[in-house]
């Protein structure tokens, strides 16, 4: 090639690039709607069998304006940045609309989404489908892997065919109350599938659940809760290969309350990985005998939910190897032996771990141990057992502690001293045998949120020293302890506005106590029985708007009862009071009318 020749070429292939170039620029103008009109009439077609009260679809039309034509720039529609195929459908609706009630699309599903072949992610979750079954064609989305179909008002069977999605990844079609399936073999073909969530749907007939799930090779997460699934006889467990089967991390079961073999099944999907599992939810089976040893390997478990079964015996020791577990609920079992010996079994490295222990409802007993070890607690409950004697000094150098329940055991002994406790908000000491003083270090939880200590043996005095930086107190529950005497100074102010006040069966009288004065937003209050001899204050009536129980029976109170009806109880004598609420004044020495009580409960 000459020079000239070469020159010559090189603008031949400028002339023809810039050429090209502007032809380009005009074919992108001229199409500048990248949406297929083959898949946009599929989805107008879709929107017409659905009804749209919240105008949700409201960019979805025909009109000219081009936004309106480009169904790529739909709300929850999203299409492929170079085929410009629809992929993605998300007509969800959001979270918190739906709590509060909101549906924001009802109707049915048209076939005529078939048309969109392309699809890969599908979001149609809490909408109201009326009952309509999941409709079959759905199947035949080849590319799908995100089919998200939850609390949708689906019911009927589950079509099988969705096992012909082998594309699938995620399949949600939870809280669909009326749907079911009669066997799981469908899911075992979903060789893609990492996440599955059939909660809440009806399994009963479905006995080949686990044989199902031991073939799904990609599975991260699996939630069969309150599903009615069936109990596997061990000679039926399917085997597990260990090598492939490595994936699994979150196994919900719970609320399955015919699944009774504690020893089955974990020792079944402890093959499935014992170094991915990082959540077991088994509360609510009717697992029985004692916790077996399944969990033993489970390096990476931090959350084990075996709450609400039929467990006896201990938390055996190996518990307190297990170097991630973060939560631990055996609470409602028939769970025995000392506490103090179960704490030793929880000795190790989960010392420094544990966040959530639940001990609640079982049978265990003796004295409370130094619990001070678990360092980063933020919630000990222990309610309802059989622990005595009293708690030591030292034994709740919890800083993290935020929820204390020791309450309905036979604890002794003074209250313990809680400074070391400060982001305490919730403590139920309430139906123990504490006894002495109230230790005035409570008065610098300023955390404190809800503080029950009623039915116990306190003495003594309690004075808004006990109470002075309870900022955030709500609840407070001090009956039922008849020798301690609740005096503040007459013109104390205090720093918290209590919904729930119950002081039934404590000292407060012979005065009416003033600081009741400030508390404006009770709901509940109990001052029956407290030694009360005065005459009622003009302002009672109108100190609490929101009121919904009153009992201050069994006092000395005398004079004339203000008008509570109309005030306080905040109805007016013509409408009839909303129900629950009630108001006892039994037993005291009041005059005057009560004529204004005539439409409410005694
Ligand atoms: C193409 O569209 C762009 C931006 O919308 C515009 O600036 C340009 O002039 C258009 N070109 C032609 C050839 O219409
Ligand atoms: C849905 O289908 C049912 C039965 O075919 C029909 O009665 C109903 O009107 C349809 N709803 C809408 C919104 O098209
Ligand atoms: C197109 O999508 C792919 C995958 O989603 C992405 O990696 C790529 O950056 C996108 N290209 C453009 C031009 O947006
Ligand atoms: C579903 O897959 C099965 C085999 O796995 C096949 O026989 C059947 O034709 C497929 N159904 C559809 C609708 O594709
Ligand atoms: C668990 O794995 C072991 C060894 O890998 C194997 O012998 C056993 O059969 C497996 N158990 C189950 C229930 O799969
Ligand atoms: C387990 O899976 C591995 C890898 O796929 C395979 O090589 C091995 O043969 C399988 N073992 C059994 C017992 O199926
Ligand atoms: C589990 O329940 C079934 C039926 O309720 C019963 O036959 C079986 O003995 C129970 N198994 C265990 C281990 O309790
Ligand atoms: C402590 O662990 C042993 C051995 O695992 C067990 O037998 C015992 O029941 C456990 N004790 C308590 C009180 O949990
Ligand atoms: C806890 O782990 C240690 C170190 O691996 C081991 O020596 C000990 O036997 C384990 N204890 C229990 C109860 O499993
Ligand atoms: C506390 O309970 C244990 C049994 O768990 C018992 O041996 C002990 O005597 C009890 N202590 C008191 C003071 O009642
Ligand atoms: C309670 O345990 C903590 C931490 O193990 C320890 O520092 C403290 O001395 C113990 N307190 C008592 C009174 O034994
Ligand atoms: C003292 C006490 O209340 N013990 C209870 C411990 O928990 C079991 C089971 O919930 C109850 O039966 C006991 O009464």
């Known amino acids: 090639m000459s020079i000239e020749e070469n020159i010559f070429f090189k603008l031949l292939i400028l002339l023809t690039s810039l050429l090209l170039a502007s032809s380009s620029t005009t ?4 199409s500048r709607i990248r949406c297929s009109e083959r898949e946009r009439r599929a989805l107008l077609k879709f929107k017409e069998e ?9 960019s979805w039309g025909e009109e000219e304006e081009e936004d309106k034509l480009e169904c790529c720039k739909w709300r929850g529609v999203h299409c492929h940045n170079r085929t410009n195929r629809v992929t993605l459908l998300d007509l969800h609706t959001p979270s918190k609309e739906f709590q509060n009630g909101i549906i924001t699309l009802r109707g049915n599903i048209s076939t005529s989404l078939l048309e969109l072949q392309h699809l890969q992610y599908i979001d149609l979750s809490s909408n109201d489908f009326h009952g309509a079954p999941i409709p079959n064609f759905i199947s035949s989305f ?6 998200n179909l939850p609390s949708s008002s689906f019911s009927g069977m589950i079509p099988r065919l969705l096992g012909n999605i082998s594309t699938l990844r995620v399949l949600d079609l939870k809280y669909n109350f009326g749907c079911y399936s009669k066997n799981l073999d469908w899911v075992s073909h979903l060789h893609s599938l990492e996440y599955l969530d ?6 009963s007939n479905a006995n080949n659940w686990l044989q199902a799930l031991s073939k799904l090779t990609s599975i991260k997460e699996v939630h069969l809760r309150n599903s009615d699934l069936r109990d596997i006889h061990p000679s039926s467990l399917p085997l597990i290969n260990a090598s492939t089967s490595s994936s699994l991390s979150i196994l919900d079961l719970s609320l399955n309350r015919y699944l009774n073999s504690t020893l089955t099944l974990p020792k079944w999907f402890s093959n499935f990985s014992s170094s991915s599992l990082t959540l077991i939810n088994f509360k609510g089976n009717s697992m029985t005998g004692t916790i077996p040893d399944a969990y033993e390997n489970m390096i990476s478990l931090t959350h084990l939910d075996l709450g609400s079964a039929e467990l006896e015996g201990g938390v055996p020791k190996y518990f307190g190897n297990m170097s991630s577990l973060r939560y631990l609920d055996v609470s409602k079992n028939k769970l025995s032996g000392e506490l103090f010996e179960l704490m030793l079994n929880l000795s190790g490295p989960v010392d420094r771990k544990l966040r959530y222990l639940d001990l609640g409802n079982n049978c265990i007993s003796g004295r409370f141990p130094n619990m001070s070890r678990f360092s980063f607690l933020t919630e000990l409950k222990l309610r309802k057992n059989q622990s005595n004697e009293s708690i030591q000094k030292g034994y709740l150098q919890l800083p993290y502690l935020a929820v204390l329940d020791l309450s309905s055991n036979r604890i002794e002994g003074p209250v313990p001293d809680l400074s070391s406790t400060p982001s305490l908000k919730h403590l139920m000491l309430n139906k123990n045998m504490f006894n002495g003083a109230l230790t005035e270090s409570i008065g610098c939880l300023s955390n404190l949120e809800v503080f029950w200590i009623g039915s116990n043996l ?4 309690m004075t ?7 900022s955030r107190l709500r609840v407070l529950d001090l009956s039922f302890n008849s020798l301690l005497t609740v005096k503040c100074n007459s013109r104390w102010y205090p720093p918290f506005q209590l919904n729930d006040m119950r002081l039934a069966h404590c000292k407060l009288g012979p005065n009416f106590p003033t600081w009741l004065k400030t508390q404006n937003e009770l709901v509940y209050i109990d001052i029956s029985d407290t030694g009360i001899s005065d005459v009622i204050p003009s302002w009672f009536g109108g100190v609490a708007p929101r009121l919904q129980y009153l009992n201050a029976s069994n006092n000395e109170i005398y004079g004339f009862l203000p008008n509570i009806s109309a005030s306080t109880f905040n109805v007016s004598v013509s409408s009839p009071p909303s ?18 009580l005539c439409h409410s409960k005694e």
Do not use: C, P, Q, W
Request: aromatic fraction near 6%; avoid cysteine.
């Open 464 to 470: 808004e020293a006990h109470m002075l930086n309870l």
């Open 458 to 461: 306190l003495e003594g005095m």
């Open 27 to 30: 074919a992108e103008n001229a």
């Open 142 to 147: 080849s590319k799908l892997r995100h089919l």
């Open 198 to 203: 059939l909660s809440f749907t009806l399994l």
């Open 579 to 596: 129900s629950g609420m009630i108001l006892d004044l039994s037993r005291n020495k009041i005059s005057g009318s009560i004529n204004f």
């Open 50 to 58: 659905l009804v749209d009260e919240y105008g949700r679809l409201s």
